[in-house]
């Protein structure tokens, strides 16, 4: 991997973690932690040996408080729309063919709730704390929150969240569905990592293509949908994956899928 600043990487057998590491401000989004997520994500991408890719931030006080507001300052219509326009890292991560898994660890605010978001499951630890503060600032959500977050919980409780910038708690936020489990902050990482290596043994073009199907689901109407599901479900068929899974299953044991 390239030496980042902001990002470290760490390789656990088929789980990588992303850690957002800018503990002194919090693990505040700034362009370079855009810039540099972005690469190391595509590194990640073309490393067969990775499976699952968990982002977490580091210390044990914040996730992410949202984007650097300290250039916020600096920024023109211009240069802000550039920088949350197309290959932002919010997409890069919405369309990682691998799974990827927020592990929130406290603030998880603005643009680190939008990343959030933009992960495939959500995990946090009980001192987690959830919000769209743009509010606050005078302006509005720009990374997914108003589209990510309304398809996730539902308009009225996307609506609550954006329009008070208030920060809600880890068991409202699993309550309003915007997280699927909450833990104790010890147990964090080691809860979120056995379903990442739980995740990791399974047949990664089944994954990619069975993430790609549910993601495609709150984009498109149902005809749509389930036409898109048939052929990913076909593309399955033509991997050596699904015929050892197949194999494996009438032979009474463990499948190892090589993703081929
Ligand atoms: N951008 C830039 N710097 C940030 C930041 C952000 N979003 N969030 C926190 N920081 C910095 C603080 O400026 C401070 O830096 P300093 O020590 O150099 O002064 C450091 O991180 C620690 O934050 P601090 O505010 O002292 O911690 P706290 O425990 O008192 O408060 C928060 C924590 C999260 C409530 C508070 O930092 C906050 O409101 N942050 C902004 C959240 C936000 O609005 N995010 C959305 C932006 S669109």
Do not use: W
Request: proline share 3%; net charge negative.
């Amino acid at each position: 991997m390239a030496d980042y600043q902001t990002i470290l990487i760490e390789k656990r057998d088929k789980v990588a973690i992303l850690t957002i590491n800018r503990p002194d401000k919090l693990n505040a989004l700034n362009s370079k932690v855009h810039m540099e997520g972005v690469s190391a994500l595509e590194e990640l991408q073309k490393d067969d040996s990775v499976r699952v890719v968990v982002i977490t931030g580091a210390g044990e006080k914040s996730f992410i408080a949202g984007a650097d507001i300290s250039e916020f300052a600096g920024q023109t219509p211009v240069t802000q729309r550039d920088l949350f326009h197309d290959k932002t890292l919010f997409n890069t991560i919405d369309n990682f063919p691998k799974p990827v898994i927020a592990m929130i660890n406290g603030f998880c605010l603005g643009g680190g709730n939008e990343l959030a978001l933009a992960c495939d499951i959500r995990f946090c630890s009980e001192n987690a704390r959830f919000a769209q503060p743009e509010i606050n600032l005078g302006i509005m959500c720009g990374g997914g929150g108003t589209q990510r977050l309304t398809r996730l919980v539902g308009e009225g409780r996307a609506m609550e969240i954006v329009l008070t910038g208030d920060m809600i708690d880890a068991n409202k936020a699993l309550e309003f569905g915007l997280v699927n489990h909450v833990f104790p902050l010890e147990e964090l990482e080691v809860k979120t990592l056995e379903f990442a290596a739980k995740i990791a043994e399974k047949a990664p073009i089944a994954l990619q293509m069975s993430k790609e199907a549910v993601k495609f689901a709150s984009r498109s109407n149902l005809d749509e949908g389930l036409r898109r599901e048939v052929d990913l479900f076909a593309i399955c068929f033509s991997t050596e994956d699904k015929t050892e899974g197949v194999s494996a299953f009438l032979e009474k044991r463990k499948p190892n899928f090589k993703g081929k």
